[in-house]
């Protein structure tokens, strides 16, 4: 109706003359003329798209998934916006008047039969007034009841079938959508790591603490203090890093100032190191951070993951292993192209298999090796993880081993 209205004003103004409702002519002409200005406000107004989305979706019965979210974002897809926009109101506009208008003029025509003299009023319908044509108006009044209903039925089955055709997302739509999904995987991916690596690192360790505590709870009451004190300190440290983690899952509460910072390998790994051999473990360590100083010089990001690496195949040794671990880190120097000096940190840590038939056997493709590797992807380098055989070829006198090479650019810093 506003755009009617306003099309009603311009004829008006045209010197067309007389009132748009009162001449057929007139009202075809105001409805000509608002067409086009419904087109055009659709393409002004990227609103549109999700105002006939929804519409859409509550009348026509179409599926969410076949129509586009949010506003049109280019001129391409508010045109096909404004193509069902006014087709929307085009057809919407001929249905209302058909609706005002049949009905009464239906109920008149089944009436005739019972209105006696007052049928032969100036109706204009002098026809259905005398003889046969009596009856035969009730059955062209239910014949117009239903035209509408059939016009009705149609008129919602075409914009049905065309709103996916023209409300339905575009390719950019769809790549945004599929960036926001990418975006959403990679979040969800990164939580996974998190809690996987920490929590259950922790569980391994404190596991075999209290198992060690417990075989040896009356010959050795100083180590079984040690156990303990071990299994406090790795289940509060796990504490804080749980809840790090699931402040990602909230709003805002990733940059919160009492968030427990994420371990590193310059502020963690000797403490990682004095828990893994606090469960019993025969770990030998040999550390090479460089010239220059420690590992505080690595950038933060690459001590984060180099951290986790450590931590996931510590964890491994830990559940699997069946003998002393050896693990070394080093920072090596490496020649890019054109000679250019680069620096990547190596992890390598091996220990003994386990046999093949004990319940402990290590098996490959877990989710903590998928995780390593997609740590050390995100930041371009690799992990290889598996067994070795031994000097006499057989897998039983092998060792398993995992190497990551993780790059740092121009040199730790």
Not at 211 to 239: H, K, Q, S
Not at 338 to 349: P, V
Not at 380 to 406: C, F, K, T, Y
Request: net charge positive.
């Amino acid at each position: 109706m506003p755009y009617f209205l306003l099309a009603s004003v311009l004829v008006g103004m045209l010197g067309q003359g007389g009132n748009s409702f009162s001449s057929l002519r007139l009202l075809l002409l105001a409805y000509a003329i608002a067409l086009p200005m419904a087109a055009v406000s659709a393409l002004l107004f990227p609103l549109a798209r999700p105002m006939s989305a929804a519409a859409v979706r509550a009348l026509c019965g179409v599926p969410g998934e076949r129509l586009a979210r949010g506003p049109a974002r280019t001129w391409a897809t508010r045109g096909r916006a404004g193509t069902w926009w006014t087709l929307h109101l085009g057809a919407g506009a001929v249905l209302s008047g058909l609706s005002l208008a049949v009905p009464p003029m239906a109920l008149v025509l089944m009436a005739m039969p019972f209105l006696g003299e007052r049928r032969r009023a100036g109706l204009g319908m002098e026809w259905f007034a005398r003889g046969a044509g009596v009856y035969a108006a009730v059955l062209a009044g239910l014949a117009l009841l239903a035209l509408l209903a059939l016009c009705a039925a149609g008129a919602g089955a075409l914009l049905a079938r065309a709103a996916p055709l023209l409300l339905g997302p575009s390719t950019a739509d769809r790549l945004a959508a599929a960036e926001e999904r990418a975006a959403d995987l990679a979040v969800r991916n990164r939580l996974a790591r998190e809690l996987h690596d920490a929590v259950g690192h922790a569980l391994s360790a404190v596991t075999l603490q209290a198992a060690a505590a417990r075989r040896v709870l009356d010959d050795d009451p100083g180590f079984v203090r040690e156990a303990l004190a071990a299994i406090e300190d790795t289940t509060r440290r796990t504490v804080g890093e749980l809840d790090a983690v699931l402040g990602l899952l909230r709003d805002g509460d990733a940059a919160r100032p009492d968030a427990a910072p994420a371990p590193t390998l310059a502020a963690d790994l000797e403490g990682l190191l004095a828990r893994t051999r606090a469960a019993g473990t025969v770990l030998t360590v040999r550390q090479q951070p460089g010239p220059g100083g420690g590992w505080d010089r690595l950038p933060a990001i690459v001590s984060r993951e180099a951290y986790r690496i450590v931590q996931e195949g510590l964890s491994n040794a830990l559940r699997h292993g069946a003998g002393p671990v050896e693990l070394r880190i080093a920072v090596r120097e490496d020649s890019g192209p054109g000679e250019e000096k680069t620096h990547e940190l190596e992890i390598d840590m091996t220990n003994p298999r386990s046999p093949q038939g004990s319940r402990a056997a290590r098996t490959t493709g877990g989710r903590g090796l998928r995780g390593t590797a997609e740590r050390a992807a995100l930041l371009g380098g690799s992990v290889e993880a598996g067994p070795e055989d031994g000097p006499d070829g057989g897998p039983e006198a092998g060792r398993w081993r995992l190497r990551a090479v993780l790059p740092i650019g121009g040199g730790a810093r």
